[in-house]
């Protein structure tokens, strides 16, 4: 086990490598669709990449998840063949429930394990550049979900 200073620190040392070793500016928050946000996730036990839904208005997050539903077969067949749509994912950090589309990383990853983390960074540029070109292609039509 790590205390939690080794373990920021190595958390630390994760994100500022995947920086170096991929440097590229990423969307991100940069949606300009109030809390709606791509992610990186990486712990001890699993890594993904996912678009969280979590504006302030229920309505709204309801409208924009709706739109992605309709995109579904879209994303599924021309991006990601493995994104996952979740209505109802529970945040583990504060418990909270949000509306979650994610793609999880297969391969065996803990950010403590230096020896994956290559793999995962590959599978978060693959991933995420994928993630990403599907959105600007729909953004309108995300868009005017709200």
């Known amino acids: 086990m ?23 500016k990423w969307l991100l928050y940069n949606t300009n669709i109030k809390g709606f946000t791509f992610k990186f996730v990486a712990d001890r036990k699993k ?27 879209i994303l599924l067949t021309e991006y990601l063949s493995d994104v996952i749509y979740d ?7 504060s418990g909270k429930i949000i509306r979650r589309i994610y793609i999880e990383h297969q391969t065996k990853f803990s ?16 991933k995420m550049s994928k993630f990403e070109g599907f959105f ?11």
């Open 87 to 93: 209505e109802a994912y529970e945040l583990q950090e």
């Open 47 to 73: 890594a993904m990449i996912c678009l969280d839904f979590e504006h302030p208005d229920e309505i709204a997050n309801e409208l924009l998840y709706d739109q992605l539903l309709a995109l579904k077969n």
């Open 2 to 24: 790590f205390s939690k200073e080794e373990s920021a620190k190595i958390r630390k040392e994760f994100w500022t490598s995947f920086g170096k070793s991929f440097p590229r």
């Open 111 to 126: 950010i403590h394990n230096k020896n994956t983390w290559r793999d995962c960074y590959e599978f978060f540029v693959e």
């Open 136 to 146: 600007y292609e729909y953004e309108d039509i995300i868009k005017q979900a709200i």
